[in-house]
């Protein structure tokens, strides 16, 4: 079992750069994949990125690509997600999640999720 705990979020301007953390508890924090989403008000919870157990393969929406880095460090049990020129329509809480297999894009294929950390770019 682990237990998913973000960190991080805030407000920024347009352009601006947040970095988020993820941090696990339980020895069992290596072998998970790792996945951010992302849920705005009123809409559905989207795929951002994605990286794998060893940090070896990284997935991202087109949306965030060029823009957003996933990355982990097992040492600490903790995934990052630095993200740059930020937009108004990142504005959504984010929320890491431990992958239990299965295409890695959909929601319903991760076991364990944390509570979530609202994020919002302003004009």
């Known amino acids: 079992q682990v237990q998913l705990v973000e960190s991080g979020g805030g407000s920024v301007q347009a352009g601006g750069s947040l970095r988020l953390s993820c941090a696990a508890s339980?020895?069992?924090?290596?072998?998970?994949?790792i996945a951010w989403f992302r849920q705005a008000p009123g809409k559905e919870r989207e795929f951002v990125a994605y990286i794998t157990s060893n940090g070896g393969i990284t997935s991202y929406t087109d949306s965030v690509k060029g823009r957003f880095t996933i990355s982990r460090d097992n040492a600490k049990n903790t995934v990052f997600l630095q993200m740059t020129s930020l937009k108004p329509e990142d504005t959504a809480v984010y929320y890491c999640?431990?992958?239990?297999?299965?295409?890695?894009?959909?929601?319903?294929?991760?076991?364990?999720w944390g509570q979530g950390t609202q994020v919002t770019i302003s004009t």
């Open positions: 339980g020895d069992t924090f290596n072998i998970y994949a």
């Open positions: 999640a431990a992958h239990s297999g299965g295409p890695y894009q959909h929601s319903y294929n991760y076991g364990y």
